[in-house]
Protein backbone atom coordinates (compact mmCIF):
# COMPACT_ATOMS: atom_id res chain seq x y z
CA UNK A 1 0.00 0.00 0.00
CA UNK A 2 1.16 3.53 -0.72
CA UNK A 3 1.49 5.46 2.31
CA UNK A 4 -0.82 8.72 3.15
CA UNK A 5 -3.24 8.26 0.26
CA UNK A 6 -4.19 4.69 0.98
CA UNK A 7 -7.26 6.03 3.36
CA UNK A 8 -9.14 7.58 -0.01
CA UNK A 9 -11.81 5.60 -0.81
CA UNK A 10 -12.39 5.49 -4.81
CA UNK A 11 -13.44 4.09 -7.38
CA UNK A 12 -11.22 4.20 -10.56
CA UNK A 13 -11.77 4.10 -13.89
CA UNK A 14 -10.08 2.96 -16.87
CA UNK A 15 -10.96 3.44 -20.75
CA UNK A 16 -9.73 3.25 -23.90
CA UNK A 17 -10.29 1.36 -27.07
CA UNK A 18 -9.68 -2.18 -27.31
CA UNK A 19 -6.52 -3.49 -26.79
CA UNK A 20 -4.63 -0.21 -25.50
CA UNK A 21 -3.81 -2.28 -22.63
CA UNK A 22 -6.56 -1.53 -19.95
CA UNK A 23 -6.50 -4.82 -18.49
CA UNK A 24 -3.45 -5.03 -18.05
CA UNK A 25 -2.62 -1.43 -16.51
CA UNK A 26 -6.07 -1.88 -14.31
CA UNK A 27 -4.92 -5.46 -12.91
CA UNK A 28 -1.49 -3.76 -11.93
CA UNK A 29 -3.00 -0.45 -10.18
CA UNK A 30 -5.43 -2.37 -8.45
CA UNK A 31 -2.78 -4.48 -7.07
CA UNK A 32 -0.04 -1.48 -6.32
CA UNK A 33 -2.91 0.19 -4.04
CA UNK A 34 -4.31 -3.21 -2.69
CA UNK A 35 -7.95 -2.70 -3.79
CA UNK A 36 -10.22 -5.27 -6.03
CA UNK A 37 -9.55 -4.68 -9.75
CA UNK A 38 -13.06 -5.97 -10.83
CA UNK A 39 -13.26 -6.70 -14.97
CA UNK A 40 -16.77 -7.19 -16.30
CA UNK A 41 -15.57 -9.18 -19.22
CA UNK A 42 -13.65 -11.48 -16.85
CA UNK A 43 -17.21 -11.87 -14.35
CA UNK A 44 -18.69 -12.48 -17.98
CA UNK A 45 -16.50 -14.81 -19.18
CA UNK A 46 -16.39 -16.91 -15.89
CA UNK A 47 -20.04 -16.94 -15.79
CA UNK A 48 -19.45 -18.15 -19.68
CA UNK A 49 -17.23 -20.96 -18.23
CA UNK A 50 -19.32 -21.66 -15.21
CA UNK A 51 -22.16 -22.30 -17.65
CA UNK A 52 -24.77 -20.18 -15.78
CA UNK A 53 -27.58 -19.08 -17.98
CA UNK A 54 -26.53 -15.57 -17.83
CA UNK A 55 -22.88 -16.43 -19.12
CA UNK A 56 -23.73 -18.39 -22.11
CA UNK A 57 -26.26 -16.04 -23.78
CA UNK A 58 -23.67 -13.09 -23.15
CA UNK A 59 -20.97 -15.39 -24.55
CA UNK A 60 -23.05 -16.55 -27.28
CA UNK A 61 -24.84 -13.75 -28.26
CA UNK A 62 -22.81 -10.96 -27.93
CA UNK A 63 -19.14 -11.52 -26.94
CA UNK A 64 -18.08 -14.07 -29.15
CA UNK A 65 -19.35 -11.42 -31.79
CA UNK A 66 -18.11 -8.35 -30.48
CA UNK A 67 -21.03 -6.64 -29.22
CA UNK A 68 -21.76 -5.04 -25.91
CA UNK A 69 -23.92 -7.19 -23.63
CA UNK A 70 -27.04 -5.29 -22.32
CA UNK A 71 -26.30 -2.65 -19.83
CA UNK A 72 -28.88 -4.10 -17.45
CA UNK A 73 -27.24 -7.52 -17.55
CA UNK A 74 -23.63 -5.69 -17.00
CA UNK A 75 -24.92 -3.14 -13.90
CA UNK A 76 -27.08 -6.09 -12.05
CA UNK A 77 -23.34 -7.58 -11.99
CA UNK A 78 -21.52 -4.41 -11.01
CA UNK A 79 -24.09 -3.50 -8.21
CA UNK A 80 -23.47 -7.25 -6.58
CA UNK A 81 -19.52 -6.83 -6.89
CA UNK A 82 -20.04 -3.23 -5.66
CA UNK A 83 -21.65 -4.33 -2.40
CA UNK A 84 -19.06 -6.80 -1.58
CA UNK A 85 -17.09 -5.64 1.42
CA UNK A 86 -14.28 -5.79 -0.19
CA UNK A 87 -14.90 -2.71 -2.09
CA UNK A 88 -15.63 -0.93 0.58
CA UNK A 89 -12.31 0.49 0.56
CA UNK A 90 -12.34 1.96 -2.86
CA UNK A 91 -11.78 -0.47 -5.96
CA UNK A 92 -10.56 -0.38 -9.95
CA UNK A 93 -13.46 -1.05 -12.71
CA UNK A 94 -11.97 -2.23 -15.76
CA UNK A 95 -14.55 -2.47 -19.16
CA UNK A 96 -17.14 -0.78 -17.11
CA UNK A 97 -18.78 1.78 -17.96
CA UNK A 98 -18.66 1.16 -21.89
CA UNK A 99 -22.18 3.15 -22.33
CA UNK A 100 -23.47 6.26 -21.12
CA UNK A 101 -26.30 4.47 -19.64
CA UNK A 102 -23.86 2.59 -17.27
CA UNK A 103 -21.91 5.79 -16.43
CA UNK A 104 -25.01 7.41 -15.13
CA UNK A 105 -26.08 3.64 -13.34
CA UNK A 106 -22.11 3.95 -12.00
CA UNK A 107 -22.74 7.73 -10.35
CA UNK A 108 -26.08 6.98 -8.39
CA UNK A 109 -24.47 3.57 -7.36
CA UNK A 110 -21.43 5.10 -6.28
CA UNK A 111 -22.86 7.71 -4.49
CA UNK A 112 -25.53 5.49 -2.60
CA UNK A 113 -22.05 3.45 -1.45
CA UNK A 114 -20.28 6.62 -0.59
CA UNK A 115 -17.59 5.40 -3.15
CA UNK A 116 -17.05 8.57 -5.44
CA UNK A 117 -15.16 7.68 -9.04
CA UNK A 118 -11.57 9.59 -8.09
CA UNK A 119 -10.36 9.46 -11.59
CA UNK A 120 -10.93 8.16 -14.99
CA UNK A 121 -7.31 7.32 -16.68
CA UNK A 122 -8.00 7.53 -20.54
CA UNK A 123 -5.22 5.27 -21.92
CA UNK A 124 -4.87 6.76 -25.74
CA UNK A 125 -2.51 5.17 -28.28
CA UNK A 126 -2.11 5.39 -31.94
CA UNK A 127 -4.22 2.73 -33.84
CA UNK A 128 -1.67 0.64 -35.36
CA UNK A 129 -0.76 0.00 -31.66
CA UNK A 130 -3.66 -1.10 -30.33
CA UNK A 131 -4.35 -3.27 -33.33
CA UNK A 132 -0.42 -4.85 -32.67
CA UNK A 133 -0.95 -5.40 -29.14
CA UNK A 134 -4.64 -7.20 -29.58
CA UNK A 135 -3.38 -9.70 -32.05
CA UNK A 136 -0.49 -10.83 -29.65
CA UNK A 137 -2.74 -10.76 -26.54
CA UNK A 138 -3.10 -13.70 -24.76
CA UNK A 139 -5.08 -14.39 -21.40
CA UNK A 140 -5.34 -16.31 -18.31
CA UNK A 141 -9.20 -17.58 -18.33
CA UNK A 142 -8.37 -18.40 -14.62
CA UNK A 143 -7.34 -15.31 -13.21
CA UNK A 144 -7.58 -12.76 -15.99
CA UNK A 145 -4.27 -11.69 -16.44
CA UNK A 146 -3.23 -10.43 -19.87
CA UNK A 147 0.26 -10.86 -21.82
CA UNK A 148 1.48 -10.35 -24.98
CA UNK A 149 3.37 -12.92 -27.23
CA UNK A 150 6.35 -9.97 -28.05
CA UNK A 151 5.79 -7.08 -25.07
CA UNK A 152 4.88 -9.24 -22.78
CA UNK A 153 5.21 -12.70 -22.49
CA UNK A 154 4.78 -14.92 -19.32
CA UNK A 155 7.76 -16.59 -17.77
CA UNK A 156 6.92 -19.78 -19.07
CA UNK A 157 5.44 -20.25 -22.39
CA UNK A 158 1.68 -20.20 -22.85
CA UNK A 159 1.04 -20.43 -18.75
CA UNK A 160 -0.04 -17.79 -16.59
CA UNK A 161 2.52 -16.13 -14.22
CA UNK A 162 0.19 -15.41 -11.29
CA UNK A 163 -1.61 -18.97 -11.14
CA UNK A 164 -0.32 -21.66 -13.95
CA UNK A 165 -3.11 -22.05 -16.17
CA UNK A 166 -3.01 -22.74 -19.31
CA UNK A 167 -3.50 -19.62 -21.41
CA UNK A 168 -5.53 -18.26 -24.19
CA UNK A 169 -6.10 -16.72 -27.38
CA UNK A 170 -9.46 -15.32 -26.84
CA UNK A 171 -12.32 -15.30 -29.63
CA UNK A 172 -12.98 -12.04 -29.40
CA UNK A 173 -9.21 -11.49 -30.01
CA UNK A 174 -9.65 -12.68 -33.60
CA UNK A 175 -8.81 -9.85 -36.05
CA UNK A 176 -12.80 -10.42 -37.39
CA UNK A 177 -14.22 -9.50 -33.94
CA UNK A 178 -11.46 -7.09 -33.32
CA UNK A 179 -12.47 -4.54 -35.73
CA UNK A 180 -16.27 -5.28 -34.79
CA UNK A 181 -15.29 -4.23 -30.92
CA UNK A 182 -13.27 -1.43 -32.35
CA UNK A 183 -16.33 0.03 -34.24
CA UNK A 184 -18.47 -0.66 -30.83
CA UNK A 185 -15.85 1.40 -29.25
CA UNK A 186 -15.77 4.08 -31.16
CA UNK A 187 -20.01 4.33 -31.63
CA UNK A 188 -21.19 3.72 -28.16
CA UNK A 189 -18.15 3.95 -25.67
CA UNK A 190 -15.48 6.88 -26.76
CA UNK A 191 -17.98 9.89 -25.49
CA UNK A 192 -17.36 8.80 -21.84
CA UNK A 193 -14.06 10.62 -22.14
CA UNK A 194 -16.12 13.47 -22.84
CA UNK A 195 -18.39 12.68 -19.96
CA UNK A 196 -15.54 11.92 -17.53
CA UNK A 197 -13.73 14.89 -18.52
CA UNK A 198 -16.93 17.30 -18.03
CA UNK A 199 -16.93 15.90 -14.54
CA UNK A 200 -13.02 16.61 -14.16
CA UNK A 201 -11.75 13.53 -13.52
CA UNK A 202 -10.52 12.33 -16.43
CA UNK A 203 -6.52 11.74 -16.55
CA UNK A 204 -5.26 11.02 -20.06
CA UNK A 205 -2.04 8.80 -20.51
CA UNK A 206 0.12 8.47 -23.40
CA UNK A 207 -0.15 4.34 -23.49
CA UNK A 208 1.78 3.81 -26.60
CA UNK A 209 5.19 2.86 -24.70
CA UNK A 210 6.03 -0.25 -22.76
CA UNK A 211 3.91 -1.43 -19.39
CA UNK A 212 6.66 -0.26 -17.09
CA UNK A 213 6.25 3.55 -18.65
CA UNK A 214 2.93 3.78 -18.60
CA UNK A 215 1.93 1.98 -15.24
CA UNK A 216 4.80 4.62 -13.87
CA UNK A 217 2.26 7.34 -15.78
CA UNK A 218 -0.93 6.00 -13.89
CA UNK A 219 0.44 5.72 -10.38
CA UNK A 220 1.79 9.36 -11.07
CA UNK A 221 -1.45 10.73 -12.12
CA UNK A 222 -3.34 9.26 -9.44
CA UNK A 223 -1.10 10.56 -6.74
CA UNK A 224 -0.87 14.62 -8.32
P1 LIG B 1 -13.36 -7.05 -22.15
O1 LIG B 1 -12.68 -8.22 -21.52
O2 LIG B 1 -13.49 -5.89 -21.23
O3 LIG B 1 -12.77 -6.69 -23.48
O4 LIG B 1 -14.88 -7.51 -22.45
C1 LIG B 1 -15.15 -8.60 -23.30
C2 LIG B 1 -16.58 -8.53 -23.76
O5 LIG B 1 -17.47 -8.63 -22.63
C3 LIG B 1 -17.00 -7.25 -24.45
O6 LIG B 1 -16.64 -7.23 -25.83
C4 LIG B 1 -18.50 -7.27 -24.24
O7 LIG B 1 -19.14 -8.21 -25.08
C5 LIG B 1 -18.60 -7.81 -22.81
N1 LIG B 1 -18.56 -6.71 -21.82
C6 LIG B 1 -17.61 -6.49 -20.87
N2 LIG B 1 -17.88 -5.39 -20.15
C7 LIG B 1 -19.03 -4.88 -20.65
C8 LIG B 1 -19.82 -3.74 -20.36
N3 LIG B 1 -19.47 -2.87 -19.40
N4 LIG B 1 -20.96 -3.54 -21.09
C9 LIG B 1 -21.33 -4.39 -22.07
N5 LIG B 1 -20.62 -5.48 -22.42
C10 LIG B 1 -19.48 -5.73 -21.71
Excluded at 209 to 221: F, M, S, Y
Aim: glycine share 10%.
Amino acid sequence: MDGADSTRKEVFIFLGPPGVGKGTQAFRFAKALEIPHIATGDMLRDAAARKTPLGLEAKSKYMDQGKLVPDEVVQGIVQDRLGQDDCQGGCVLDGFPRTGAQAEYLEQATSRLGLPVGKAFYLDAPEEVVVERTSGRRACPSCGSNYHVKHLPPKKEGICDECGTELIWRPDDRPETVLERQRVYRAQTAELIDYYEGRSVLTRIDASGDVETIQKAILEARSG
